[in-house]
């Protein structure tokens, strides 16, 4: 599946490999910065197409097999876009040409101090005023938070009786007055991408900053969540290759031939090979316009465990070497595959629900 894209593939490794130096990832990974250069590099030499999902996930991969935090800190200054392409209006599509061009850093922010697994649960408010809506709450661990110039909001814009009823999308600019970040630091993982906590204190917005219908932003915000499981599946397996890769390195180096480690290796590559699998089947779905949520999620639930096993195999294969910076962060990367765009849990209660309806 997607051979028709391997000299992409090709391009996308070769940039990874010459510009993913140990020592940048190394260092980015320590000073917790996100490495703009870098974004604005890989903008000049056409490594994201936005505009063609199967070559972003594919991207995604390539560079996340090298390092995950560079990987995915190029990579998500476009996280919330398909919002927009979607279902924006003129203007906000205008905007967005401006982020796919490198002008503008975009974020979305559905998370909040109270939760982020109960979308519909969110205490955000968007209240309409006249021919306004005033945005007031807060928002928790949003990507590009501190550095974005806009940002995709889910609020409540009304109290009705289904909870999945009242939420709205907007367009928020971030230099509104009332509109505050602050960049959480110590990250376990992905320590090249920024992360913050937003505050919203009276933001007026205008009409045209709701993106699509009122009262419709939850059902946008889970056909956004299809798209976007597809690509953290993505980030999953690269990150799996990668340990296997450093594995693999180790095996043959220092010509290891027990069978215990034979075993792993096997083990590993047979988890990865399902990823793969599971992954361009639910993205050869989705990007027919066909999205099947269960194959999607399970892409998602299977491959961050994959990440997660890979990455320890790695750990516990290369021993006492594998504390060194290059092992340790790819396994202090992978954890957060179980956790964003839907914990694991949450993933299984999506296909457990998808199999209890099906025949
Ligand atoms: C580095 C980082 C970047 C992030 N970037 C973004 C971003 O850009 N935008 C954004 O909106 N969010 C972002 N998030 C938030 C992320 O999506 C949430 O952390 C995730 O959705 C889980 O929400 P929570 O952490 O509030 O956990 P909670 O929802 O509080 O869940 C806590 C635990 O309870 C479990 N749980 C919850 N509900 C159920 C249930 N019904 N059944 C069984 N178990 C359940 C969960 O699986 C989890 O183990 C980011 C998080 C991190 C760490």
Same mark, same amino acid.
């Given at each position: 599946m997607f051979e028709e894209y391997d000299e992409y593939r090709n391009k996308i490794r070769e940039f990874a490999l010459k510009e993913f130096t140990e020592e940048m990832a190394a260092e980015y990974d320590r000073k917790e910065e996100y490495p703009d250069e870098l974004r604005k590099k890989s903008l000049s030499l056409g490594i994201i197409d936005m505009q063609n999902p199967a070559k972003v996930m594919i991207a995604i991969e390539e560079l996340c097999r090298v390092d995950a935090g560079l990987g995915i800190a190029v990579t998500?200054?476009?996280?919330?876009?398909e919002v927009i392409m979607l279902f924006g209006n003129d203007r906000q599509k205008e905007i967005l040409q401006d982020v796919y061009k490198g002008k503008y850093i975009l974020g979305l922010a559905v998370t909040e101090p109270s939760g982020g697994s109960d979308v519909a649960g969110l205490k955000t408010t968007a209240m309409k005023q006249g021919n306004k809506y005033i945005l007031n709450g807060s928002k928790m661990f949003?990507?590009?938070? $501190?550095? $974005?110039?806009y940002l995709v909001v889910l609020a409540r814009t009304s109290e009705d009786?289904?909870?999945?009823?009242g939420l709205s999308t907007f367009l928020v600019n971030?230099?509104?007055?009332?509109f505050n970040a602050n960049k959480l630091v110590d990250k376990l993982g992905v320590r090249a991408t920024n992360t913050a906590e937003l505050q919203f204190n009276n933001i007026e917005l205008n009409e045209d900053d709701l993106i699509g219908e009122e009262g419709k932003g939850f059902y946008y915000i889970m056909m956004f969540f299809n798209i976007s499981r597809i690509y953290v599946a993505a980030q999953s397996l690269g990150i799996a290759i990668g340990a296997l890769d450093r594995i693999k390195s180790y095996i043959k180096e220092n010509d290891i031939k027990d069978e215990d480690s034979m075993f792993r290796l096997s083990d590993v590559g047979t988890h990865i090979e399902a990823t793969r699998q599971m992954t361009y089947n639910a993205a050869s779905y989705l990007f027919e316009f066909k999205p099947k949520p269960e194959l999607t999620s399970m892409a998602k639930a299977y491959g961050s465990e994959t990440a997660v096993y890979a990455a320890e195999s790695a750990m516990e294969m290369l021993g006492d070497k594998s504390l060194y910076e290059d092992v340790q962060r790819i396994f202090r990367n992978a954890k957060i595959m179980e956790i964003w765009e839907g914990t694991s849990e949450i993933e299984k209660l999506v296909i457990a629900r998808y199999i209890l309806k099906g025949e």
């Open positions: 998500t200054p476009y996280f919330g876009s949003i990507t590009n938070g $501190a550095i $974005a110039d009786p289904n909870p999945h009823h971030t230099k509104s007055k009332g």
